[in-house]
Every structure is written in C-alpha cells, then in structure tokens.
C-alpha cells in the first residue's frame, strides 16, 4: 500500500512539472512576421522555449520554423526596422552636439540591434544602434 502511495506521487508529481510549449503550426521561413495562426502549443517541459502564444506573436523569425518543433529563444527577435542596402540617418551624439549624415545600411536589424552602416558621405563603415524611430545612433567608443 505504501509502495502504491509513492509510485502515484511520483507520477502526480512527474506530470505536473510538463507545461505547454509553443510549436510551429507549419514550416515558417526565416524573416517572416509570426502570427497566432502560425502556432500551436502542445505538451512539453522544454527549458529554452515558450510556454505562451502571446509571447512570440508579433515577433519575426530568424531562422527557418519546421511544423511541429519547438520555437526557441534565440530563433526569433524583433521585426527588423531596418532592411539591407536602406538608406538611414546616422546620429552621433555627445552633449549639446549632434551630427546628422546619411548612411546606407549593410544588414538587417531590429530596434535595439547593432549594424553595419556606410557613411554615405564619408565612405567609412561605422557600427551602431537601431532606434524606435529607424535612426542609427553611433558613438565614439570602439566595440
């Protein structure tokens, strides 16, 4: 009776750690805007993924998404606001001056991400941040 007691604790126990994890509903190439029709949840006590729909829509994929497999953390990331060969405003700020060119971006990158831009009127290749607005904001330390 003990013995029955313990192997039907174990099992109330073992099943309530398995929560729901986000699935691909369907094959999703990489850079494409997901939306809730795209997902699925199902059963799964996956560490590195998500456990909510909510989460992920909205979000743009990274890498290729295969129906059925679990959607990680490092697959997808914010909508890209800037697009390859775009042209974009550079900003340099430091106090009370600011400094204004014109670039043309050599990658893609969301809001928040570092890319590559050519200073269109320099001819130099300077490295920055994407801003809400689309505008790249550069410094002067090195990274």
Avoid: C
Wanted: proline share 3%; hydrophobic share 45%.
């Amino acid at each position: 009776m003990k013995a029955l007691f313990i192997a039907l604790l174990f099992i109330a126990t073992a099943s309530a750690a398995v929560s729901e994890t986000v699935v691909a509903a369907r094959n999703i190439r990489a850079n494409v805007v997901i939306t809730a029709t795209d997902l699925k949840l199902v059963s799964s006590d996956l560490a590195n993924g998500f456990g909510s729909i909510d989460d992920v829509v909205g979000q743009e994929t990274r890498v290729v998404l295969y129906a059925g497999r679990p959607v990680m953390v490092n697959d997808i990331g914010p909508p890209a606001l800037v697009e390859r060969n775009q042209i974009v405003t550079l900003a340099y700020v430091a106090g009370p001056l600011t400094i204004l060119a014109d670039g043309r971006s050599l990658g893609r990158a969301g809001v928040g991400d570092r890319v590559r831009v050519l200073n269109l009127s320099s001819r130099t290749t300077v490295t920055g941040s994407v801003e809400a607005d689309g505008t790249i904001s550069v410094s002067n330390s090195r990274h």
